[in-house]
């Protein structure tokens, strides 16, 4: 049996699933290795996810602050992570990332520079030197602009408009991807000696998000599907700080940057009430008063930073408990202020729109809110997974033969939570590490015929939606898997809230079988959204269960029964697969053993 | 559940707003009206993706960031080239209907999506960036803010292509074959700006990437949803270079003489 003539069918070495910054930068290292590279994105060129990145990327350079160093960064990485980090991650991570910052300079990038022409880097929450590499607020256009302007002479092939629906598999080992072009919905089977996923996040899962369309979690449902491990999958980011108002852009991120730079955060009273709370971990890191603060955000070595720059999983509880009590602002916000700072220094309004150009234009245009001299209104948003599939340090592979994953779909670099950064320097970081030895896979390994039948099968299911008349409509079924979601496994959790979570989305699960679509194959909308609506019940069912069973309050995951953290949970990661009945099983996994090298950095840090 | 808005007693007003959205695919198509409840604050994709959960499942369009971040939502809204994630409802006159429409200078996919590749053909086309030999043992460069001030501006691009959409040179005269359009006039003068670069692409530039063909409208720089100021400060210089390079005597007998 051999594939019908409908399917258009394209061979590789090297497939990699995303063009981010993770999927380029993979297909960059595959390329340079000399084996033949497909990218396939569900978008146009260029206009993936990373574009959005605004504050900057995370390395420990130097160039601001020469006390700066791997260990350092290190440190704060797994300090962020409240130690749930793979730390073989977290130290490539520290010890690369500088030299993926200057090979982006090789290749075209140019950064906001130092005063004596050096590489600039900011102030960003959880790092404790300036350590962000940043062209103002738009770092990652520049991230990802570099990437695809470098990588389009390294001879990759891209599919653009094109979605994955399913890895392939034989012999235990993964063989190529099926999916379809949006453009004229006809089928594409990729054949693959090796296969790189780097697909981004999942905050389409949620209500209130920063995410665009793409964020369905699509590569951790082929992941899991095609028999790999989910690990962490609790532990998502709300970032503090997304638009309230007006409601069409609620959720819509306001950099972390507007803090480094100087904002602060008020409630209703006019109350500072980040310096209320202070946790133990990082007292002796955060300024005593407003005025140190302000040093600290002016580049006064000897300051502390304003708590207003603690990681993101404490400043988006502080904002919650605020708005709760009634101290919010006029749209269920808190306000945002960088206004004020023309207290401090003159020609303040020139000097936010020069730092901060993006933002000024956000507010300016979609809330009519000149944030040179109004406050803004801003409260949580989904933001990132730190969850993702499990891969080995060293190399991104899963534990599926061939199988690599880099970027946000990994898990592994940012445990219990991500420090703001840490994901644009974990993508060139990782993504080369998964490009590299997806390539030394290929070299290795010969390709292996591709099973019509579990194409044909696999089609077949995708099909069917068409086939009937009337049916569930697949936006209303994602709203309410959106809504249980943000209303019962959000910023505050229970055991009983997240149970019937569960039970809405065994039932959505349910009604997805059923789903009707009307038209035809081409640029279907309905039709897409009917398929990534499979994954966010997966990715979401694992988010849930997981978080079930880690009974204590960590990073992002806050268990409103369970409100400390918890020793005996310090020892192990959550992990999901799908065991042989096809329901979801749920499962510990000691941490991985830490050199004592590296336990040694850790104390010297603290 | 009552929006927070409401308990602090802001109004929020409601109105219908008629939509005539183009539908159709590579073989034609025609306006189709639907009816919007426009709240404050809703910007034209907004009312899009309304329609599309509502009225019509299928209505293709393509967006991403509904930020004004990465130039997918590119269309003609009243007939002017926009982003329509940051076209807002209260922007556009309230007393007749809003027309969307696909951008004419590309051929149409299906409704609002149009077949831009030629834009990633065109760019491959250009000498990629060269760096001189690194200033510094650890492979860094010096270059200081005010000379890459001028590289930043360019490089804010979203490559949204409303400039390819305007521009005369192709929306009129079909010139694709013999002219790059601004986004990729101003990609070469980025390149050829950047204090690290040792290529030289000015040649090209004059001959198939026909700079000679734009006669400085500015009607792509009106339409630059991030300002750039792609005819001043990047066409124009880059024309002065074909100038220098070409028709200088003096120049041309330096070049002559240069070692390159
Ligand atoms: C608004 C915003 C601001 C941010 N700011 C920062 C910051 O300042 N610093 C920082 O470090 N991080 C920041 N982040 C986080 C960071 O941008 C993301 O985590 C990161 O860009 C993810 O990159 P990626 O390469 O893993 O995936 P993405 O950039 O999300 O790319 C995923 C790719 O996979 C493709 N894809 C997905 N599913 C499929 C499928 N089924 N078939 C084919 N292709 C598929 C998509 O089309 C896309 O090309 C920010 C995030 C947001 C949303
Ligand atoms: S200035 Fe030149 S490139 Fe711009 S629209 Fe006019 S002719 Fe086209
Ligand atoms: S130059 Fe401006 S109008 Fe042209 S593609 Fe870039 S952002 Fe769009
Ligand atoms: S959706 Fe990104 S620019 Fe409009």
Redesign the pocket.
Known sequence: MSLPDSFIVHEHDVLV???????LRAAIEASAAGVKVGV????LLGK???V???????AAMGNVDDRDGWEVHFADTMRGGQYLNNPVMAEHHAKEAPARVRELEAWGAVFDRTKDGRILQRNFGGHRYPRLAHVGDR??LELIRTLQDHGIHQGMEVFME????SLLKSGGRVNGAL?YDRERGRMHVWKAKAVVL????IGKAFRIT??SW??TG??HA?AYHAGAELMDMEFVQFHPTGMVWPPSVRGL?V?EGVRGEGGVLRNSEGRRFMFDDVPDAYRNQVAKDEEEGWRYVCGDKNANRPPELLTRDHVARCINREIKAGRGSPHGGVFLDIAWIKEKIPNSSAHIQRKLPSMYHQFKQLAGVDITSERMEVGPTT??VMGGVLVDGDTQESCVPGLFAA???AAGLHGANRL??????D?VVFGKLAGEHAAKFAKANRAIEIDPAEVAAKTAALEEPFARRTGENPYAIQSQLQDAMQDLVGIVRTHGEMERAIGIIEDLKQRAKNVAISGHREFNPGWHTAIDLGCLLTVSESIARSAIDRKESRGAQFRDDFPQKDDACSTFNMVCRKSADGSMEVSRRPLPAMRAELKSVIEKMK | MASPASQNGIHESTRTVEFRVWRGDRSGGAFTSYSVQVTQGMVVLDCIHRIQADQANDLAVRWNCKAGKCGSCSAEINGHPKLMCMTRMDALPADRPVTVEPMRSFPSIRDLVTDVSWNFRMKRRIKPFKPRKPDHADGSWTMMQEDVDRVQELRKCIECFLCQDVCHVLRDHHKHDEFIGPRFLMYTAALEMHPLDTEDRIADLKQENGIGYCNITKCCTKVCPEHIGITDNAIIPMKERVVDEFYDPLTRLFRIFKPR
């Not at chain 1, 780097?198 to 996040?201: E, I, S, V, Y």
């Not at chain 1, 703001?420 to 320097?425: E, M």
Request: aromatic share 2%.
């Open positions: 699933i995303g063009a981010g910054g993770a999927g396939i994105c569900k978008s993936a996810h990373t959005m990145a605004e504050g900057g990327m995370a770092t990652g094109m979605t994955v629906v999916g780097a697909t981004g996040g920063s995410n793409e964020g699509d590569g082929l991120l950099t933001h990132y970027g946000e779909v703001g950064g840490n994901s644009l320097s993508l």
